[in-house]
Nanobody, 126 residues
Framework: QLEESGGGLVEPGKSLRLSCSAKGLTLDYYVIGWFRQAPGKEREGVSCIGSGDGTTLYADPVKGRFTISRDDDKNTVYLQMKKLNVADTATYYC?????????????????????WGQGTRVTVSS
């Protein structure tokens, strides 16, 4: 039901915008999180956006470089990524936290999110 897109190969310092769209689900009703998983590493929270208040949260490694946003008309949540570096290489996932109206206190943990997309791969390399 969730589908990520927008990944690809990009040089360090460049930008990408990831999209999270849904079928059969109105995303503006839900808390949405972006996560990533690099090879050999655990999945980690990158950003979260609340439903009612639209509060946005970011993990420290991406603060100031990534921006999460919604387009309710398109039923899509975006993750704008700027100044990408090699450490950002990972598969990126969007997820819904259906039991929450705001980003959970432990939003960086994937345990609070119960609906996941298949992921989109981002590779940052020169």
């Amino acid at each position: 039901q969730l589908e990520e897109s927008g990944g690809g190969l990009v040089e360090p310092g460049k930008s990408l915008r990831l999209s999270c769209s849904a079928k059969g689900l109105t995303l503006d009703y839900y808390v949405i999180g972006w996560f990533r998983q690099a090879p050999g590493k655990e999945r980690e929270g990158v950003s979260c956006i609340g439903s009612g208040d639209g509060t946005t949260l970011y993990a420290d490694p991406v603060k100031g470089r990534f921006t999460i946003s919604r387009d309710d008309d398109k039923n899509t949540v975006y993750l704008q990524m700027k100044k990408l570096n090699v450490a950002d290489t990972a598969t990126y996932y969007c997820a819904v936290a259906s039991d929450w109206g705001v980003c959970p206190p432990e939003w960086t943990s994937d345990e609070e999110f119960d609906l996941w997309g298949q992921g989109t791969r981002v590779t940052v390399s020169s």
